[in-house]
């Protein structure tokens, strides 16, 4: 192994200059595939958060706006409210709304739950995400829009919410921890729409947040305004903060619930608000993400195939330059398989440093801001499809010297230098 | 010439991998090439047309949606609160210029209808009609190259002329008016009068010269915002429309102007249609892949050229020997690639026209005629161009080496 390992050293060494131009090529190959993987994630980035609540039984509702200091029977505000009336629902994922004042100025509270905030993170301007936050014992993580009150990352400030089942004001201590880019796509309720043809990627609205104030001709200051401000919902449940449904309600029902106690419970949330089946949601998201796919195919097969042509052009040439060293090996004793194994060996030093380059490149681009307004990320899949073109390289690395070799004599390979 | 088709007959023969894999990969660049330029466009075209910016022009059922405009009303019949605190022009004239600045070239243009007086706004509107007897002032302009301009739209007039950008830079006195509405109802707050054949209106002490007619039923004298009377009232309606959508932070610019102008005039700002940031940067990521691609590309062929000038490091120093100038054989060979190249282009269009556009347009609707023969013409001087840069380079390395040490050099 370590004799490979050393010829194969030697051959990077003695076609430095083509094996780094190789590397080079080879980087943009993984740099490209990391890119496309990323685009191909920012279709579906909308389904995921939703995909365990759009099932063939669940409901949606849009339960009526309540204020939220009074309860009226029938009327759906909390979780606790459903689950005490149906205790078939074994999961609620809703948006959920509080009034909360940071360092003296009203934000627009919207809450999201923990798994919501797992699954979903929007674009940030600066900071982090609240999944990605440090959680501090008796300080509230938040993340807030634009706004004009100096409310920014990295500072705490005395936050002000209302008490659930209370109505009186008590004060947390609030750390800002991300701000959301505006323009950025929330979790928030659908608007506007027909209920029917909604999909998940409805519920992800493009959110352009304004916020300004002016003095009026009667010298009183006007503000115009929709900033808002992001916190968990079982965050704010530990402290007690009243947050109550806003017009976006999933249910998922026990396996086990018979289509007639579900007939049974649609009527009494009926009284509550407008009920929607899931399944239409469901299948209006599919054909949404098919129509992303197809729109995706034409980049995804021009990539993959240049990505396999570029790859076999690489190793062609390798193999070509390589290839009189390997009659000098064969006549001194080696076997093709092992002349093979060298040149795997000599392309694997190539990866490697094809790999370095690109995080060099991939971590320059990133500090310089080349990458901040793109959709470009790195996870599991991209780290998958880097694999799978080291991969490709690899095989193509062995197969080429074995297609090229052929039935050529060694002593013909060592005397073809033109 | 023969000896360039004998040269690329040798190159076919002695390097049949290599060849084919100069052509295929010559084949994919063209491809590729091609088809970012149209996925390119048609992010632009969609990003104007689209007033969502997501979902295209299709909806859900596979409809074609009807293309929409990005027009946006501030306010229509009459500011909130018109008669509480009346609102003279001259207070808000600066908004057009500010718009410009945030909007840019994005205006297709801006409209403000005013009243001459301050007048019961009831009265604009007959009952049963809906039909407006008082004239109004339109103070209207577009924005190009940082200065308000003439507009996109409604320009057309049914007699003489619209205003020029000349006419929007000198604020000339000058108006287009509905005639014969003007004439037939010609009305105490504005008073038209001809002198030696030529048409004037006069509206708050401004005397303007009619240039052009509207539609004859229509009660409006149009003028520019430079050349508008500042005492007239911001009454009836604000419109902007506007050729692309906005992005969120040109929305929000746009709220802090409303506010800074109008205050509590207004009981809110509309929401506005903004640029969806997700297909921005889903477009800004497609874009760095085609670059990625290019370079890509660039690099492949160029690997493989040098390839194929290593093999022939030997026939090139015998060249220079028997007295080929450097001149003389980089021509040859730049034409030899050139050749190569343009027959690979042709190819590599045809087939994309015949066999990939029809898949391409199924999913980028926009692009259907774009690839007209002028874009070919064009895509193909850039990359013979870009080509022939990159080859030249390398074949003129090669070129200047001594005889003897070409004679010398390894595989």
């Known amino acids: 192994m370590l004799a490979y390992i050393k010829y194969g050293y030697l051959e990077f060494i003695k076609y430095l200059k083509l094996n780094l131009i190789i590397a080079i090529e080879l980087s943009a190959l993984i740099i490209m595939s990391i890119f496309t993987v990323s685009t191909l994630n920012s279709q579906l980035r909308f389904y995921e958060p939703l995909k365990d609540d759009l099932t063939e039984t669940g409901v949606f509702i849009r339960p009526e706006m309540i204020s939220h200091r009074v309860t009226p029977e029938n009327k759906l505000v909390y979780d606790e409210d459903i689950l005490k009336k149906f205790p078939e629902v074994n999961k609620i994922t809703s948006f959920n709304q509080f009034q909360f004042n940071i360092g003296g100025a009203d934000f627009e509270g919207k809450s999201y739950s923990k798994k919501m905030i797992d699954s979903f993170e929007p674009y940030l301007e600066d900071g982090v995400w609240l999944s990605k936050a440090k959680k501090e014992k008796g300080v509230l993580n938040v993340v807030v829009s634009y706004n004009i009150k100096n409310v920014d990352v990295g500072n705490e400030y005395e936050g002000t919410y209302i008490v659930k089942n209370n109505g009186k004001s008590k004060t947390v201590k609030v750390r800002v921890v991300g701000k959301v880019r505006n323009g950025s796509a929330i979790f928030d309720r659908a608007q506007g729409k027909d209920f029917t043809k909604v999909s998940a990627y409805d519920f992800f609205p493009s959110y352009a947040v304004y916020d300004t104030t002016t003095i009026d001709y009667n010298g009183e200051e006007v503000e115009f305004t929709n900033r808002f401000v992001i916190a968990c ?55 949404m993400i098919g129509s992303k796919i197809a729109f995706l195919l034409p980049i995804i097969i021009g990539v993959l195939l240049f990505v396999i042509v570029t790859t076999i052009c690489m190793s062609a040439i390798n193999a070509k330059k390589q290839l009189r060293s390997y009659g000098i090996y064969y006549t001194c004793g080696s076997r093709w398989r092992q002349c093979i194994m060298i040149s795997a060996f000599s392309s694997l030093i190539t990866e490697v440093i094809a790999c370095i380059l690109s995080a060099l490149v991939l971590v320059l681009a990133q500090s310089f801001g080349l990458l901040s307004e793109t959709v470009i990320e790195f996870g599991l899949w991209q780290a998958v499809a880097c694999v799978a073109v080291l991969v490709l390289n690899l095989i193509t690395s062995v197969i080429m010297p074995i297609i090229i070799i052929g039935k050529t004599q060694p002593r013909e390979i060592i005397k073809s230098n033109e | 010439m ?125 009952k049963s009609t809906g039909q407006t007897y008082v004239p ?64 004037y209106v006069t509206t708050n002490g401004v005397k303007y010269e009619v240039i052009g007619y509207h539609n004859p039923e229509a009660m409006a004298v149009t003028v520019t915002p430079g050349a508008a009377p500042g005492d007239c009232y911001v009454g009836e309606s604000f419109d902007l429309k506007l050729k692309e959508v906005p992005t969120a932070d040109e929305y929000r610019k746009f709220t802090e102007l409303v506010s800074y102008y109008f205050a509590d005039l207004i009981s809110d700002v509309t929401k506005m249609p903004t640029a969806n940031i997700d297909t921005q940067y889903f477009y800004n990521t497609n874009i760095w892949i085609s670059v990625i691609i290019a370079l890509a590309a660039a690099i492949n062929l160029a690997v493989l050229y040098q390839y194929v000038l290593v093999s022939r490091r030997k026939t090139l120093a015998i060249f220079r020997l028997v007295g080929g100038t450097k001149n003389r054989i980089r021509r040859l060979y730049i034409l030899e690639t050139t050749l190569i190249s343009s027959v690979m282009f042709v190819i590599s269009a045809i087939i994309f026209n015949v066999a990939i556009k029809p898949f391409i347009i199924k999913v980028y609707p926009y692009i259907e005629n774009l690839y007209t023969l002028k874009v070919y013409a064009i895509m193909f001087l850039i990359y013979m161009a870009v080509t022939v840069v990159i080859l030249n380079i390398m074949i003129m390395r090669y070129v200047s080496k001594a005889p003897v040490n070409l004679m010398k050099e390894e595989n």
Do not use: W
């Not at chain 1, 049974?264 to 299948?283: A, C, H, N, Q, R």
């Open chain 1, 233 to 287: 919902q079982e965050d704010l449940d530990e402290i007690g903060a009243e947050q109550h449904y806003y017009q976006t309600v999933f249910l998922n029902f026990d396996k086990n619930t018979t289509d007639e106690r579900l007939s049974e419970i649609k009527e009494t949330l009926k009284l509550s608000g407008d009920v929607y089946d899931t399944k239409p949601m469901k299948e209006n998201t599919y054909q």
């Open chain 2, 2 to 126: 023969r000896y360039i088709l004998k040269n690329i007959k040798l190159f076919a023969l002695k390097n049949t991998l290599v060849f084919i894999l100069f052509l295929v990969s010559l084949f994919v660049s063209v491809t590729v090439l091609l088809a970012a330029y149209g996925i390119y466009t048609e992010y632009h075209e969609k990003a104007d047309r689209d007033i969502q910016g997501t979902e295209g022009l299709y909806d859900l059922e596979g409809n074609k949606r009807e293309e929409s405009d990005i027009e946006y009303l501030l306010f229509q019949q009459g500011l909130d609160k018109y008669y509480e605190r009346p609102m003279k022009f001259e207070e808000c004239r600066g908004f057009f210029y500010d718009l410009g600045t945030i909007f840019g070239d994005k205006i297709d243009y801006i409209d403000f209808s005013c009243l001459p007086e301050l007048i019961d706004i009831d009265e604009l509107y007959r």
């Open chain 2, 136 to 199: 109004y002032i339109s103070v209207t302009s577009g924005y190009k190259d940082g200065e308000l301009a003439v507009p996109d739209s409604f320009t057309t007039v049914y007699g003489g002329r619209y205003f020029t950008n000349e006419d929007y830079r000198i604020d000339a006195k000058v108006c287009i008016i509905g005639f014969e509405e003007l004439q037939k109802h010609n009305h105490e707050y504005m008073d038209l009068t001809e002198e030696n054949g030529t048409y």
